[in-house]
């Protein structure tokens, strides 16, 4: 089925180790976006992709490392996580970013809890 | 600098009555709002957008109000129904800065 997806889906793991969250999108949308939703927050963005190869720094980076080798995929990895990275994490696509009101497409959320 | 906000945490309405969920913001360049909503286990899905330059939007049940002078929106939800019952955002767009900013979001519960 055309969509994008997150795994895993629930991930609980230590402070200092690494941990690497993946999406997929099957729409070959151009933009790909990394958000992270925190009480009070809202969703805030911590990394987005215009093509492969090309990625920025949303609103929060610091801690987050991206890559896009291929359109579909766009992984988020913490290199060496730490509590204050507990969060539900949320990837979306879009055609055209933000240079127009098409929306965003989200996943699912991946619940990451760093103990 | 929280340049979205959404006041109301929670909001509780009757089946049948009328959903008012508010949105506040700061900078006047906003290009588009948008209104999202959230299930639980689930990611946000996109509802309804509005131009700056326009006042209203209006897509079946639900329409959005704009008034730029409050710097302010809001989300008409008519009549409510208990499948309406989620996560409400409120998201401004600035075309020129590259961000989509969304507020904390509100719980909307309409009752049976």
């Known amino acids: 089925d055309a969509g994008i997806t997150q795994s895993p889906r629930y991930k609980i793991t230590e402070t200092g180790r690494q941990v690497t969250l993946m999406c997929h999108q099957t729409w070959s949308h151009s933009y790909m976006f990394w958000y992270r939703q925190d009480l009070g927050h809202g969703l805030r963005l911590i990394y987005y992709?215009?093509?492969?190869?090309?990625?920025d720094k949303g609103e929060v980076p610091d801690g987050y490392v991206v890559s896009r080798s291929k359109t579909e995929n766009f992984p988020l990895t913490l290199e060496s996580a730490t509590r204050s990275q507990t969060s539900v994490y949320f990837c979306?696509?879009?055609?055209?970013?933000?240079?127009?009101?098409?929306?965003?497409?989200f996943g699912d959320g991946t619940r990451l809890s760093i103990l | 600098d929280q340049q979205v906000k959404q006041n109301s945490p929670s909001l509780s309405v009757q089946e049948g009555r009328i959903s008012i969920l508010n949105c506040d913001y700061t900078?006047?360049?906003?290009?588009?709002f948008l209104w999202y909503k959230k299930y639980p286990a689930e990611g946000p899905t996109f509802l309804i957008s509005?131009?700056?330059?326009?006042d209203k939007n209006e897509d079946g049940r639900f329409t959005v109000f704009l008034n730029k002078s409050a710097k302010h929106l809001s989300l008409h939800i008519v009549p409510s129904q208990p499948g309406d019952s989620a996560v409400y955002f409120c998201a401004a767009l600035l075309t020129s800065g590259s961000r989509l900013t969304f507020g904390e979001g509100t719980q909307l519960t309409v009752n049976p």
């Open positions: 509005i131009s700056s330059i326009k």
């Open positions: 992709s215009a093509a492969a190869d090309i990625t």
């Open positions: 900078n006047s360049m906003f290009d588009y």
């Open positions: 979306a696509s879009s055609h055209t970013g933000f240079y127009s009101n098409q929306p965003q497409h």
